[in-house]
Nanobody, 121 residues
Framework: QVQLVESGGGLVQAGGSLRLSCAAS????????MGWYRQVPGKQRELVAA???????NYADSVKGRFTISRDSAKNTVYLEMNSLKPEDAAVYYC???????????????WGKGTLVTVSS
């Protein structure tokens, strides 16, 4: 199996910064795209940023210029650097990875349990 574990969430004042990390472990042969999503109560989960195995990135318009996604493929870890945080960035942030397992060669999506980001105004 595969596990994704997020860390780095917390409480920050508006204008502040946080860095989220997500480490994948388990029967991993290869990880394709890794990404961060966020969700607030009553709303759908939305893509924040994603990064391919080749390093290509994609960002939600609302975070462009403020958030930066990166990954360390050797460590199966993805990061989200969040700067100039706004109250509307507050949400539970979920890590996602498309993983090819050593025992199952079809890529499958895995999710972390989420980490809470709170932004005070």
């Amino acid at each position: 199996q595969v596990q994704l574990v997020e860390s780095g969430g917390g409480l920050v004042q508006a204008g502040g910064s946080l860095r989220l990390s997500c480490a994948a472990s388990g029967s991993i042969l290869r990880i394709n795209t890794m990404g961060w999503y966020r969700q607030v109560p009553g709303k759908q989960r939305e893509l924040v940023a994603a990064i391919t195995s080749a390093g290509g990135t994609n960002y939600a318009d609302s975070v462009k210029g403020r958030f930066t996604i990166s990954r360390d493929s050797a460590k199966n870890t993805v990061y989200l650097e969040m700067n100039s945080l706004k109250p509307e960035d507050a949400a539970v942030y979920y890590c996602n990875a498309e993983v090819v397992r050593t025992d199952w060669k079809i890529p499958m999506d895995y999710w972390g349990k989420g980490t809470l980001v709170t932004v005070s105004s």
